[in-house]
């Protein structure tokens, strides 16, 4: 690592040869490890996403098909318990817990009992940005991520307005390109990890407390949690999470749908994207859209390609109501708003890309967030009358708590761009270096 900082040439043939090196693995399906398990089981699906997130080379199958079948008869005597892990024809774990896996394929791995510079929390497009900088300007940092770098963006099947990349990419090599900079700079990552709180010590150090009981010392924390969408309050939804019902359209839920129709509800342009990618698949993909002009709240360019695709069909003025299913997703209430009348589809996948919520439930008063739980910094904060600390203004992007920042999509007033969440995860580092006092 030392090696590739210092020189500038094998630094960029390093970086070039691994790009690639990942690349022909996802193009030529290498295997890696196997996972088996259901195709409408949460559990599967949580190991096979943790998997995609973090680079884990595998390939799934299905015990209830042909091939996972002959596959789980081969591994010996049963019963199993689902999902499992395998390599070639030998069991590695059944069911095992994400934070097992994560130590065993060196995904979460020992946290000194040092005192960090700067601990990231998140690794979405403002944690993968802030790590960059922060590591490649000498500071000690540590990003921690509840699943894997990427974030809300992460699960983007495709970003054709980002700077400095005109035939687009997903989201999830924007993030792997962002964590291997990040990497390459002696960044260190960990997950999974649960934060619990963000605490102040004494000494203007933080503790930052995670679930598991372990806690790390730290002088500055930079908040990037970003947000998720918001689940909706109909019938049947809540019960069959993860078994037809989805917050993300990426090829590992894609491959969970066959031939029958998929719904899309949303208008923005995550849910555009998932239109797009979904119809390669899949020939009968409805976008659910609430209000009356897709413009509105999509990019004009997608919401152009939306519309001229004869697999896609935008439905305005519509909502989901309920559905419907037993182990798995069966069938969809849609009620066409305009004419008060409900119809009831067949389904495989009904795909959420509504709102915008903050993930900050782990924070407690200390840090000041407004009514919808996103961050108050800077400025705004001091507005409010919730900066309590004399001697000096806060930095633009610091929070109630000194020495903890905010950045990107959990930060108040921020727009919701990729490109901007980049840009404020290195502002973050700026403000972290007046903080510490080390910016010339």
Not at 331 to 349: F, K, L, Y
Request: proline share 4%; glycine share 12%; with cysteine.
């Amino acid at each position: 690592r030392k090696l590739v900082v210092r020189s500038a040439a094998i630094g960029e043939k390093w970086m070039e040869a691994l790009l690639r090196r990942t690349e022909l693995i996802n193009s030529r399906g290498v295997e890696g490890v196997r996972v088996i398990g259901g195709h409408a089981d949460p559990a599967t699906l949580e190991l096979r996403e943790f998997f995609y997130r973090n680079g884990v080379a595998h390939r799934w199958f299905d015990p209830d098909e042909p091939a996972g079948a002959q596959l789980v008869a081969a591994l010996g005597a049963g019963p199993f318990r689902f999902p499992l892990i395998a390599r070639m024809n030998r069991v590695l774990a059944q069911n095992p817990a994400l934070e097992k896996v994560a130590e065993c394929t060196g995904i979460h791995r020992a946290i000194p009992d040092d005192v960090f510079d700067t601990v990231i929390i998140g690794c979405g497009p403002a944690g993968l940005g802030a790590a960059v900088y922060a590591a490649s300007e000498g500071l000690r940092t540590l990003a921690l991520d509840r699943v894997g770098p990427g974030g809300q963006a992460g699960a983007s099947s495709r970003i054709e307005n980002y700077a400095g990349f005109p035939a687009g990419l997903t989201g999830h090599e924007l993030a792997m390109r962002s964590y291997l900079q990040a990497l390459k700079f002696g960044a260190q990552f960990s997950a999974p990890c649960d934060i619990s709180a963000v605490r102040c010590l004494p000494g203007e150090l933080h503790r930052v407390e995670m679930s598991d009981g372990s806690a790390i010392r730290t002088k500055t924390v930079i908040i990037a949690t970003g947000v998720s969408y918001r689940s909706l309050d109909v019938r049947g939804l809540r019960s069959l999470r993860g078994a037809g019902v989805y917050f993300a359209a990426t090829q590992v839920e894609a491959t969970l749908c066959d031939c029958r129709p998929v719904h899309i509800i949303g208008a923005g342009n995550s849910a555009g994207q998932a239109a797009m990618f979904l119809s390669t698949q899949n020939e009968n993909v409805n976008l659910i859209v609430r209000g009356g002009d897709l413009r509105k709240s999509m990019s004009s360019y997608l919401s152009e390609r939306v519309e001229a695709n004869p697999r896609v069909r935008v439905r305005l003025h519509s909502e989901l109501r309920a559905i419907e299913g037993t182990r798995e997703l069966e069938r969809v209430h849609i009620e066409n708003t305009a004419t008060g009348e409900t119809s009831i589809e067949e389904s495989c996948g009904v795909f959420v890309f509504i709102g915008a919520k903050p993930c900050t439930d782990f924070l407690d008063g200390s840090v000041h967030k407004d009514g919808k739980g996103f961050i108050i910094t800077g400025a705004e904060l001091v507005a409010s009358g919730k900066w309590n600390h004399t001697g000096r203004v806060p930095c633009s992007l610091e929070t109630s708590c000194a020495g903890v920042f905010a950045a990107g999509d959990c930060r108040a007033y921020t727009p919701k761009r990729v490109a901007f969440s980049v840009g404020d995860g290195a502002y973050a580092v700026s403000c972290v270096h007046d903080y510490l006092g080390t910016y010339s």
